[in-house]
C-alpha cells in the first residue's frame, strides 16, 4: 500500500552497541530494559527498533496509577451485558508484538507481579479474571524503562525484577553525537546545535546545582526548534531549556547569565 511507504523511519542515532544488543534480545526472547534519566532517546530507541524489525510497537506510560488491571484488561458493561476488553499487554500478548512500559518503576507493584511469569522461559501470562493462562505469541517481546534517578523522587525497581531483563544504560550522548542529533531532528545550522550541546554539557557539569534531573537532549532538541522557528537564541535558551529545570529564582538568573555567555 502506497500509505506504507510514507510512514517515516524513526530517526535514531545509535550512542554504543544498543542496536546490536537489542536484536540479540529479541531473538533470544528475553525482555530488555532500558536504565537511564529522562530525554535520553530511549523511547526514540524503541519506536527505531520496533521499525527495523517490523513489529508493532505498543507503548504505556506508566504512573502511579497504572495497575494490572490496566494492562491485562477488564470487564466492562455493554448494554444489558457484561463483556471482557483486553488491556494491551494481553493484546501484545496475543498478537506478538512489542509491549514498552515507560517508567515501569512508577506502577503498581501489582504490575510487577503480573508481568513476572512473562518475563522467564514460561512466557505466560495469567488473567486471573478469566481464569485463563496464555502463552505468549513467538514474537511477543516486553520492554520497560526505569529511571535509576540518583536523586530523590523516584522509584526503586527491585533485583529480583531487574534480573529478568537485559539492561542497557541510556544517557547524554557525547557532543558530536548530539549535536548530530540536534541537526538532524531540527534542521538547526551545527554551529548553533554545537553552542546548546556545550551548554548542555555545562550544566550538566554543575552538580552543586543538586537539579533533580538535569539537560536532557530532549530539552535542547526543544531550544533548537524554537531557535529554528525563529526565536532569539538567548531567550530560546531561557524557556526550552532553564526554567523547565528548576523553580529556584537564584538558580534561574545564575543559568540564564551563564548561557547569554555561551550563546
Ligand atoms: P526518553 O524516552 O529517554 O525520555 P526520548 O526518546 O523521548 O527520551 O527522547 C527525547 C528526544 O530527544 C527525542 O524526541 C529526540 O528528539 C531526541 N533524542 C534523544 N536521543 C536521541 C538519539 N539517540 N537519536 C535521535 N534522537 C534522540
Redesign the pocket.
Known sequence: MLTDNLIKI??????GKETEIFVHSYSNKIPFL?K?????????????MAHQLNKKLITISCHEETSSTDLIGRFIIKGAETVWLDGPLTTAVKEGSIIYL?EIAEARPDVIVAIHSLTDHRRLLFIDKLGETIQAHDDFMLVA?F?PGYQRGFKELKPSTRQRFIAVS?DY?EPK??TE??V???NIDSDTAKKLVAIGNKIRNLTELGLTETV???L??DAAKIIHSGLPKRLAVHVAVVEPLTDDLQTIEALKDLCNLMI
Open positions: 524513526p530517526y535514531y542515532q545509535a550512542t532500558l537511564g534519566p529522562t530525554g535520553t532517546g530511549k523511547s526514540r530507541f524503541i519506536e527505531f515507560d524503562s529511571n541510556f550522548p553525537i548530539e542529533i540536534l538532524n531532528e531540527t536532557s537532549t530532549r535542547l532538541v
